[in-house]
């Protein structure tokens, strides 16, 4: 349950593979992750750590409960919000609905499923539209390598070589698109002051290039896409951004009382809209926060209105947004789109409403 610390002389080449991996994943916290594969869990509970929930699934079932005890006996100090579960393959059915899983990972693994052009159509039924999955697996002919003989002789392990053209042909085939390679060299492999210099001049040394064969032979990292790659909600970024308009800049109403007013929002980025998700994260809400009139200082926040349907980009909606203010004066309603538990897009550029409002 160390891993991957518990063998020192692997640890840099887990780590390795694993930042490679996550880094192409775009994860965000409230994603769901299949971890498809997972063993005693390590990977699943460092993505759960991250604010994603998790669904962690084996053949092994002793693997999956020392991948519980891990979650269970050594937490950490601050709980994610994300939850996690552990469930048994039963090596043909992937036990999650369709459509549920934001991502997968699959470290190590896949070369030892027999059945793998059916697991492929598993993963693509599992996986969102815009969803990627991610492996790191020893292409062309691994089982002949010692550690596989042995490992074969003594667990009775199979080992399947993979044919990356072969593979490609089978993913494409269920609809995925890729794959496409992470590059990089073996964490050992160093470079001399010389070939230094001759890599910040533009050139390649020889042994670099034979260090990168090498490590895309033995841990090749590599995604297959379903649909366009799109960021969503969950994730702040410049692809976050709305369009905002309303015919009403003022407002008169009575301490208490409830007034709506008629506002259109357009999803302006390149990023889609979630109306639901575990704990409310990257949920988006139309807004309104109450300012002073003079300063603009916030002085609260004052409603929520849910978008009434997840929205891609360049989609829209119209609205009647409740507003009220339960004290007399006059003060500022600020409107804006607020991704929940992530950020409001006016911090990321976009232009709230402001509407006058006189409270009798």
Known sequence: MGKP???????????VRLGLMLEGLRLAPGMKVLDFGAGTCWISKA???????????DVSEEALRLGQRL?????????????????????????????????????????????????????????RNGGTIVFNEPIGPHSTTEESQREMREFNVLENDLNMDELAAQFRNVGFEGPV???????????????????????????????????????????????????????????????????????????GERKNVRVTVKNTGDSRWLCKNENFIGVMNIASRLLDYNSKEILKDNTRLPIPVELEPEEG????????????????????????RVCWLEDLGSEPLLIEAEVY
């Open 317 to 340: 909606f119209e609205a009647d947004v409740p507003l009220h203010v339960d004290q007399p004066g006059k003060f500022w309603l600020k409107l804006d789109v607020v991704s929940e």
């Open 5 to 15: 610390f518990s063998m020192p002389n692997h640890t840099p080449q887990l780590l």
């Open 181 to 255: 390679f992470k590059v990089a060299a073996c964490p050992e492999y160093v470079l001399s002051y010389a070939e230094w210099r001759e890599c910040v001049s533009g050139a390649v040394p020889e042994s670099m290039r034979d260090s990168i064969s090498n490590f895309e032979r033995n841990s090749g990292i590599f995604y297959f896409q379903k649909g366009r790659p799109m960021n969503d909600s969950r994730y702040a970024s410049n692809g976050l951004s709305h369009e905002l308009t309303c015919d009403q800049s003022h407002l008169s109403l009575k301490a």
């Open 47 to 57: 993505i759960w750590q991250m604010g994603c929930s998790v669904i962690a699934t």
């Open 71 to 127: 979650f269970e006996e050594y937490p950490i100090p601050n709980k994610p919000l994300a939850s996690w579960d552990n469930r048994l393959f039963d090596g043909v059915r992937i036990p999650t609905e369709d459509e549920e899983i934001d991502r997968i990972i699959c470290f190590d693994a896949f070369h030892h499923v027999p059945n793998q052009n059916q697991i492929i159509q598993e993963f693509f039924r599992v996986l």
